[in-house]
């Protein structure tokens, strides 16, 4: 008997979040007689429980699925809602009473950390009651801090914006012969491979920027002001660049000498505004001209600076998520394996969704140089790989065509 899929997108968007989305969809469909429809959740978990999903598999024309690929932010919608950790609650019935009503056989949800406590949490609660639903993990982050795979997709996109943007940056600060400090706060709560991105955007040894900070090193003012007086030294125009996720040694995070940061419905603190907690101590201290530029959603959802590799990669993530689903996985997530740096080579395998969840993978200790002010040369080989190529993209009138949901 033929079964269904359902898949999902959860948490932050992405540059690339719907290129996963497009290869779920077109590898559902090539197995015809196995699968019947691929649906999909309006608002991930959240929407599906109200009843709000849609025939991916009917309701899309193949232009459409296209535009879909290199479209930014997340098609069906996302959400960011908690499922109890308690197995017994009554939702957990509701939600696979839905999941049958729909002859649900294999269930894929994108996203980070978060979601993947989601595929962790309808997994076992599967096993527990004997469903033969099968559930998978498509992993997507910018922040590049899932653990067990090489890198997610979506981070190398942000990590291309992030290096082309703060050269932009640069080059704006670099046209007046006078003293100035730019600080740009980027996004990462409590990892830095975003931020460590920044350093791509140097044309040359000690170029802009000249300082970054993660929030795998503790921040410290009195540092902060001997490395920017050394910086201040070497040229007038001086790059900042910081994660939003810094804190201090004792773990209080520098945007909260601010305001208190709030908390999402994970727990999570909402990080902003550290950018403007050193724009006023620049300000205070040096007496010198200093503004701060929150880049913002702006490095997740720019389908203009795509990574073309990092939208093949999601695009394959996907597809490698319905096969080993239809063969018979479940309660894993797709990983990426790097099997070659030169030329850059990687495969797709399977990881248990349990050792990724609520878990997070710290930028390189070794990789963070100079008095915790710098990235060593060491990230490039890494990193470079991922940024490569630009997708063609669809124009109309100098503007980019994107898919909407109707």
Same mark, same amino acid.
């Given at each position: 008997?033929?079964?269904?899929?359902?898949?999902?997108?959860?948490?932050?968007?992405?540059?690339?979040?719907?290129?996963?989305?497009?290869?779920?969809?077109?590898?559902?469909?090539?197995?015809?007689?196995?699968?019947?429809?691929?649906?999909?959740?309006?608002?991930?978990?959240?929407?599906?429980?109200?009843?709000?999903?849609?025939?991916?598999?009917?309701?899309?024309?193949?232009?459409?699925?296209?535009?879909?690929?290199?479209?930014?932010?997340?098609?069906?919608?996302?959400?960011?809602?908690?499922? %109890?950790?308690?197995?017994?609650? %009554?939702?957990?019935?509701?939600?696979?009473?839905?999941?049958?009503?729909?002859?649900?056989?294999?269930?894929?949800?994108?996203?980070?950390?978060?979601?993947?406590?989601?595929?962790?949490?309808?997994?076992?609660?599967?096993?527990?009651?004997?469903?033969?639903?099968?559930?998978?993990?498509?992993?997507?982050?910018?922040?590049?801090?899932?653990?067990?795979?090489?890198?997610?997709?979506?981070?190398?996109?942000?990590?291309?914006?992030?290096?082309?943007?703060?050269?932009?940056?640069?080059?704006?600060?670099?046209?007046?012969?006078?003293?100035?400090?730019?600080?740009?706060?980027?996004?990462?709560?409590?990892?830095?491979?975003?931020?460590?991105?920044?350093?791509?955007?140097?044309?040359?040894?000690?170029?802009?920027?000249?300082?970054?900070?993660?929030?795998?090193?503790?921040?410290?003012?009195?540092?902060?002001?001997?490395?920017?007086?050394?910086?201040?030294?070497?040229?007038?125009?001086?790059?900042?660049?910081?994660?939003?996720?810094?804190?201090?040694?004792?773990?209080?995070?520098?945007?909260?000498?601010?305001?208190?940061?709030?908390?999402?419905?994970?727990?999570?603190?909402?990080?902003?505004?550290?950018?403007?907690?050193?724009?006023?101590?620049?300000?205070?201290?040096?007496?010198?001209?200093?503004?701060?530029?929150?880049?913002?959603?702006?490095?997740?959802?720019?389908?203009?600076?795509?990574?073309?590799?990092?939208?093949?990669?999601?695009?394959?993530?996907?597809?490698?998520?319905?096969?080993?689903?239809?063969?018979?996985?479940?309660?894993?997530?797709?990983?990426?394996?790097?099997?070659?740096?030169?030329?850059?080579?990687?495969?797709?395998?399977?990881?248990?969704?349990?050792?990724?969840?609520?878990?997070?993978?710290?930028?390189?200790?070794?990789?963070?140089?100079?008095?915790?002010?710098?990235?060593?040369?060491?990230?490039?080989?890494?990193?470079? %790989?991922?940024?490569?190529?630009?997708?063609?993209?669809?124009?109309?009138?100098?503007?980019?065509?994107?898919?909407?949901?109707?």
């Amino acid at each position: 008997m033929k079964k269904n899929i359902l898949v999902g997108q959860s948490g932050g968007p992405t540059a690339v979040i719907n290129a996963s989305l497009y290869g779920v969809i077109t590898e559902g469909m090539e197995h015809l007689d196995e699968i019947e429809h691929v649906y999909g959740m309006i608002h991930g978990v959240e929407g599906f429980l109200k009843d709000s999903y849609t025939d991916l598999s009917q309701d899309l024309t193949q232009k459409e699925l296209e535009l879909i690929r290199l479209t930014p932010a997340a098609y069906l919608g996302s959400c960011r809602y908690k499922l %109890p950790k308690d197995l017994t609650s %009554p939702v957990y019935f509701t939600l696979f009473k839905k999941l049958e009503a729909l002859n649900i056989g294999y269930f894929l949800y994108i996203g980070g950390n978060d979601s993947m406590d989601t595929v962790s949490k309808l997994s076992r609660y599967a096993a527990q009651v004997g469903s033969p639903i099968r559930f998978m993990g498509i992993p997507k982050t910018i922040d590049n801090d899932l653990m067990l795979t090489d890198h997610t997709p979506g981070y190398g996109s942000a990590a291309k914006y992030v290096a082309s943007t703060v050269r932009e940056i640069s080059l704006d600060a670099s046209v007046y012969n006078q003293q100035a400090v730019t600080i740009v706060e980027l996004m990462g709560r409590g990892a830095g491979w975003l931020t460590a991105a920044s350093v791509l955007a140097r044309k040359y040894e000690q170029d802009n920027p000249l300082l970054i900070y993660l929030p795998e090193a503790p921040f410290d003012f009195q540092s902060f002001t001997r490395d920017l007086t050394e910086a201040l030294r070497r040229r007038p125009d001086v790059i900042i660049c910081v994660s939003e996720g810094i804190s201090d040694v004792s773990g209080r995070l520098i945007c909260e000498y601010n305001d208190e940061a709030r908390l999402d419905n994970f727990g999570h603190k909402m990080l902003t505004g550290c950018g403007k907690v050193l724009e006023n101590f620049v300000r205070n201290h040096f007496g010198i001209k200093v503004r701060s530029v929150e880049v913002n959603v702006s490095q997740r959802c720019s389908g203009m600076l795509l990574s073309e590799t990092d939208v093949n990669e999601a695009a394959a993530a996907g597809s490698f998520g319905v096969r080993a689903a239809l063969d018979g996985a479940t309660g894993k997530m797709v990983a990426f394996n790097r099997t070659l740096d030169d030329p850059y080579a990687m495969e797709c395998s399977l990881v248990d969704v349990n050792e990724v969840c609520n878990k997070e993978k710290p930028f390189p200790s070794h990789w963070i140089t100079g008095r915790t002010n710098d990235i060593s040369p060491e990230f490039y080989p890494y990193v470079l %790989p991922l940024i490569q190529g630009e997708p063609k993209r669809a124009v109309s009138r100098g503007l980019p065509v994107y898919a909407y949901r109707k």
